[in-house]
């Protein structure tokens, strides 16, 4: 088993910054890659934001590219996202998530993320 334990998140301005971080624990060296998904609403798909495998590989949804940057410390378990020049259109609840190497993936309990003036 894997817990996944989310912080950060909030209320903050068009173009305004905001950092998450996730914090993994339990059988992590299961782990093989961590990322962030989000989801707009219950009736919409979770979609990724972004992931890093161990080895430091990192993957942007096309909409964040350029404005989102995903980091990885793996002897502390964690792994944080910088968002920056937050639109309207990023608010969503966001999600961390780990992939093992044998069975269903792991998600974290989620946190809101609203762009608004």
């Known amino acids: 088993q894997v817990q996944l334990v989310e912080s950060g998140g909030g209320l903050v301005q068009p173009g305004g910054s905001l950092s998450l971080s996730c914090v993994a624990s339990g059988k992590t060296f299961n782990i093989v890659d961590m990322g962030w998904y989000r989801q707009a609403a219950p009736e919409k798909q979770r979609e990724l934001v972004a992931s890093i495998t161990h080895g430091g590989t990192t993957n942007y949804g096309d909409s964040v590219k350029g404005r989102f940057t995903i980091a990885r410390d793996t002897a502390k378990n964690t792994v944080s996202l910088q968002m920056n020049s937050l639109k309207p259109e990023d608010t969503a609840v966001y999600y961390c998530?780990?992939?093992?190497?044998?069975?269903?993936?792991?998600w974290g309990q989620g946190t809101q993320v609203t762009v608004s003036s």
């Open positions: 998530n780990a992939h093992v190497w044998s069975g269903a993936p792991y």
